[in-house]
């Protein structure tokens, strides 16, 4: 049983940085692709990022693209997303989710329970 652990969300003021931790067990870290999905109120779980398992290759969502990094740590089984420049409009519950593939869409075949981000202005 896969298992993905989210924390280092909370509340920051617009301009300001946050570093998101996702933790996974119960299988090969490596041997996944790993992303970063959100999901604001009213509105559909979106992607943000999205990095293979060797940590060669990286996407990113236009909206977080220049202000946000992704990475991992294979030996930690740990990704990571650092995410810079906040804006209110970041306010989100954001979702680690892990995959064989490499995916922009949501068919992820595993997600975390999901940390809070809120941007105030």
């Known amino acids: 049983q896969v298992q993905l652990v989210e924390s280092g969300g909370g509340l920051v003021q617009a301009g300001g940085s946050l570093r998101l931790s996702c933790a996974i067990s119960g299988h090969t870290f490596s041997r996944y692709a790993m992303a970063w999905f959100r999901q604001a109120p009213g509105k559909e779980r979106e992607f943000v990022a999205t990095?293979?398992?060797?940590?060669?290759?990286?996407y990113y969502a236009n909206s977080v693209k220049g202000r946000s990094t992704i990475s991992r740590d294979n030996a930690k089984n740990t990704v990571y997303l650092q995410m810079n420049s906040l804006k209110p409009e970041d306010t989100a519950v954001y979702y680690c989710?892990?995959?064989?593939?490499?995916?922009?869409?949501?068919?992820?075949?595993?997600w975390g329970q999901g940390t809070q981000v809120t941007v105030s202005s």
């Open positions: 990095i293979n398992w060797s940590g060669g290759n990286t």
């Open positions: 989710a892990a995959d064989p593939r490499v995916l922009l869409g949501p068919e992820y075949a595993y």
